[in-house]
């Protein structure tokens, strides 16, 4: 399987890691996260199920794909680094990491100032509610007046700020979080109304937590790799997505971490 494979993959590293720590230190005095030969990949856990923490361990769907686009490209898996979301783009630019993998969604903005891969997977934004609770919106229309919460930085929160452009949502009323996993809980103890999060990790949330989904927004938002506009080794990780794409690689870890 391949997350056995992936996991197999991840102890190796740590075995090596010492030793291919000292190489790209050596390698690298220009201050990107590895040396050339490797690729450093950095994430925001707490958006099951493409990125979370399992036992203390980093697991999930960008995970898998990162470290397979990553070796498949020809590369060495860095150590994987984790941050908040709104961090990413800056430790990218500041080379930090050398890729995000963190169902991030390829926007006109974002492509000001990184690169993005060809898209992996496509969403929309859904509204997350209590389960079986006072509160059910049907429409945007129907969260006026009320408190709505959504994660710094992300696509969630760009809806979020239009509707309260629009005079829907009062700007006091917005509740802002760190990472989705807070707001959730904060959606649970009643401390928030609503939460707009992207309809996959919703989903996930609605499973295993007290949320329901209350409806979607339909975004069409497509989520993409992210590296520095100058790294050339762009074109290699979207041959290797390509080729994880066709080989069906890419269904194994859409079956195993979505169904
Ligand atoms: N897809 C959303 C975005 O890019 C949310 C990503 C996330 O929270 N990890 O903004």
């Known amino acids: 399987m391949a997350r056995e494979y992936s996991m197999d993959r991840r102890a190796y590293l740590r075995t090596v890691g010492a030793?291919?720590?000292?190489?790209?230190i050596a390698g690298c005095l220009g201050g990107s996260g590895g040396g050339d030969d490797v690729i450093v990949p950095g994430t925001a856990s707490g958006f099951p199920p493409f990125e979370f923490t399992e036992n203390g361990e980093l697991v999930g769907f960008d995970v898998d794909?990162?470290?397979?686009?990553?070796?498949?490209?020809?590369?060495?898996?860095?150590?994987?680094?984790?941050?908040?979301?709104?961090?990413?783009?800056?430790?990218?630019?500041?080379?930090d990491i050398d890729l995000v993998a963190a169902a991030m969604t390829i926007t006109e903005d974002r492509d000001e100032?990184?690169?993005?891969?060809?898209?992996?997977?496509?969403?929309n934004q859904a509204v997350l509610v209590q389960e079986g609770g006072d509160f059910n919106p049907s429409s945007v229309e129907d969260l006026e007046g009320n408190r709505v919460g959504a994660q710094s930085g992300t696509t969630g929160e760009d809806e979020v700020q239009a509707l309260i452009d629009e005079g829907i949502v009062s700007e006091s009323d917005y509740r802002q979080y760190d990472n989705y996993t807070l707001a959730v809980q904060d959606l649970e103890n009643g401390n928030v109304d609503a939460i707009v999060?992207?309809?996959?990790?919703?989903?996930?949330?609605?499973?295993?937590?007290?949320?329901?989904?209350?409806?979607?927004?339909?975004?069409?938002e497509e989520y993409g790799l992210g590296m520095r506009e100058d790294d050339d080794r762009l074109s290699d990780v979207n041959d290797a997505l390509a080729e994880i794409e066709e080989d069906g690689t890419y269904d194994d870890l859409v079956s195993e971490w979505f169904e």
Request: cysteine-free; overall charge negative; hydrophobic content about 45%.
């Open 19 to 24: 030793a291919g720590a000292s190489a790209a």
């Open 197 to 220: 999060i992207d309809i996959p990790v919703a989903n996930n949330f609605a499973d295993s937590r007290s949320v329901e989904i209350a409806f979607e927004i339909e975004t069409g």
């Open 113 to 123: 100032t990184i690169d993005f891969s060809d898209p992996y997977y496509e969403a």
């Open 65 to 95: 794909l990162a470290e397979e686009v990553i070796d498949r490209a020809g590369y060495e898996v860095g150590d994987w680094v984790d941050v908040e979301f709104d961090t990413l783009i800056p430790s990218l630019n500041e080379g």
